[in-house]
């Protein structure tokens, strides 16, 4: 049977509405299903491990995605510009790439503690309220949360050491963030635009603030 599906294979074939990845297939090519607007659900099978870059970037109208239990891989803008508001990432994932939900409509997610790469801009421009992150984390990359206007609160995790450039730019529905101790850089712009915290809590361990870091 067909274990791999290639890169383009299904490219703006706006007639599709749902797709289940047979038990064969272990990775889902780059721009697979780009830009399916009819896509409304995917379900993929237990031998699925990798969803390549922009495998359903631009489905607009794709709220349902049910991924299996040997899924590590959630490649660069995977899900960007799409309709998912919930996801159910198992706890298989070890990397979710860059821009991974860009513009989606995702409202909350857990990610699993098994994730130890959370891309740049993973969350940029999307609905997100809340999020709850791994506690392996070691940075927040730069704008992961950029532009995340609906985004109330986070919790930083204890591993965390640095916080990236821009990485919760113009989050104005922020009120609160405590940074733990451990980070020692919180680079330019981090929280630039964020109008609506009140309090921070500041580690001893902090070495250095970036240019308009707190600028709003």
């Not at 591993?159 to 990236?164: N, R």
């Amino acid at each position: 049977g067909v274990t791999i599906i290639g890169d383009y294979a299904f490219y703006d074939c706006d007639g599709l509405t749902s797709v289940t990845i047979g038990d064969d297939v272990t990775s889902i090519g780059g721009c697979a299903f780009y830009d399916c607007d009819g896509l409304t659900s995917i379900t993929l099978c237990d031998s699925v491990t990798t969803i390549g870059g922009s495998a359903f970037y631009g489905c607009s109208n794709l709220v349902d995605v049910t991924m299996a239990g040997n899924l590590k891989t959630i490649g660069n803008s995977a899900f960007s510009v799409t309709n998912i508001k919930e996801i159910e990432i198992p706890d298989s994932v070890t990397y979710i790439g860059d821009y991974a939900f860009k513009l989606s409509s995702i409202k909350n997610i857990v990610i699993p503690d098994s994730v130890t790469y959370l891309g740049q801009g993973a969350f940029s421009q999307s609905s997100l309220e809340t999020v709850v992150l791994p506690r392996n984390l070691t940075s927040i990359e730069p704008s992961l949360f950029h532009e995340c206007r609906s985004l109330k609160n986070v919790k930083i995790p204890e591993t965390v050491t640095k916080i990236g450039r821009s990485a919760f730019f113009d989050c104005n529905s922020l009120t609160s963030v405590v940074i733990p101790e451990g980070v020692t850089i919180i680079e330019d712009y981090a929280f630039s635009g964020s109008e609506k915290i009140e309090s921070f809590v500041f580690p001893s361990t902090l070495q250095t603030v970036g240019v308009s870091a707190f600028d709003s």
